[in-house]
């Protein structure tokens, strides 16, 4: 890399370090590990750069998605639990969204815990996006480069699994 | 693997202002880069045991070039020898 795009990417790196530390903290709850989780993405977006193309999503996304599919293999190689701690009202936001009645009920909050815990990665993912990360549609969107109504479609699936699940107990 | 639990009274772990400078190393990062970017100080050929595994898969591509000039030169032999046969007969 030549010394100019060098100091290119430090601007960039600057710009973006604790963005992109406290997006991959929120996932894996360890300073440290966050720490190296969040050195990783930078070098592959270092080594990555030229290939980056501009279709309108913000850079942050590209480095966004890097980060996440960091985080995931950092998941998929490390073979402890890892407990990652949610607000009470964002998972009383989704049982709103899933229309389940007695939101303060721990009981309830607890079970759907549960169903949240055994959904698939990529589906926990987007859940992870929209209720605990509290992203847009739109930010959602740019993260996976998807259109906007394609983001809806694939958040509210995932309700809808969950919602069925439910019902079906 | 991670399971989500959820915080009922504790407000919500957020890492420090010295956590985040701590890990933030662009001279790290720029270095790591470098690292992995570095060509091999000593050059293939310069290099004893690299020397002779290339000298050896030279050998063996040189054999087995001659092995198959060998094989065609017989197979054109043999093609020209029952051609001048079936002349002659």
């Known amino acids: 890399m030549a010394q100019k795009d060098r100091n290119a990417f430090s601007l960039i790196y600057e710009k973006y370090f604790e963005r992109i530390y406290r997006f991959i903290f929120k996932r894996v709850q360890d300073e440290a590990i966050a720490g190296d989780i969040c050195q990783e993405t930078m070098l592959k977006a270092m080594f990555n750069i030229h290939k980056f193309e501009n279709r309108g999503a913000p850079f942050s996304a590209w480095l966004y998605r890097i980060a996440s599919n960091e985080v995931n293999l950092y998941f998929r190689k490390s073979k402890k639990m890892i407990s990652v701690e949610i607000r009470e009202k964002d998972v009383q936001a989704i049982m709103t969204e899933i229309s389940i009645e007695n939101v303060e009920s721990e009981d309830e909050q607890e079970k759907l815990i549960a169903a949240l815990n055994s959904l698939k990665p990529e589906y926990a993912e987007l859940i992870d996006l929209r209720f605990f990360m509290r992203y847009s549609f739109k930010e959602i969107a740019e993260f996976y480069n998807i259109t906007e109504a394609n983001a809806k479609m694939r958040v509210y699936r995932i309700l809808d699994r969950l919602k069925k699940g439910w019902d079906s107990k | ?89």
């Open chain 2, 1 to 89: 693997m991670r399971k989500y639990k959820i915080n009922r009274d504790k407000p919500l772990k957020e890492p420090s202002k010295e956590a985040i400078e701590k890990y933030k190393d662009f001279s790290r990062l720029s270095h790591e880069y470098d690292r992995l970017t570095r060509r091999p100080k000593v050059p293939i050929y310069k290099d004893k045991k690299m020397f002779l595994v290339l000298l050896l898969i030279m050998l063996i591509v040189f054999v087995l070039t001659q092995v198959i000039d060998e094989e065609e030169k017989d197979t054109e032999e043999g093609v020209n020898s029952t051609q001048i046969e079936q002349v002659e007969d």
